[in-house]
């Protein structure tokens, strides 16, 4: 069983950035691969990024590219999303994820945060 907690998020102007961070307690966090999702309102949840077990793999969805960078701290069973050139269209709920593959697709993940809010100002 692994619990999730998301932090960091917040209000922000275009442009600017933030950090976010899933802390996880329960064992094995290191042997999940670890991703963050985003749902804005009215629309369904999509995928943002994942990190392999490992953190020696990354992938992320082409709207974030070059923008956000997702990384993690086995030692501190913490993963991070650092995310950059914040745009309006990045507003939305994010939630980290823990799941056995690195895929894109959330219903393949175990275990879920309770979300946090991301408002990017224009």
């Known amino acids: 069983q692994v619990q999730l907690e998301e932090s960091g998020g917040g209000l922000v102007q275009a442009g600017g950035s933030l950090r976010l961070s899933c802390a996880a307690s329960g064992r094995a966090f290191s042997s999940y691969a670890m991703g963050w999702f985003r749902q804005a309102p009215g629309q369904e949840r999509e995928f943002v990024a994942v990190i392999t077990w490992s953190g020696g793999s990354t992938v992320f969805a082409d709207s974030v590219k070059g923008r956000f960078t997702i990384s993690r701290d086995n030692a501190k069973n913490t993963v991070y999303l650092q995310m950059n050139s914040l745009e309006p269209e990045d507003t939305a709920v994010y939630y980290c994820?823990?799941?056995?593959?690195?895929?894109?697709?959330?219903?393949?993940?175990?275990?879920w945060g309770q979300g946090t809010q991301v408002t990017v100002s224009s």
């Open positions: 994820a823990a799941g056995r593959r690195p895929q894109r697709q959330g219903s393949v993940y175990d275990y």
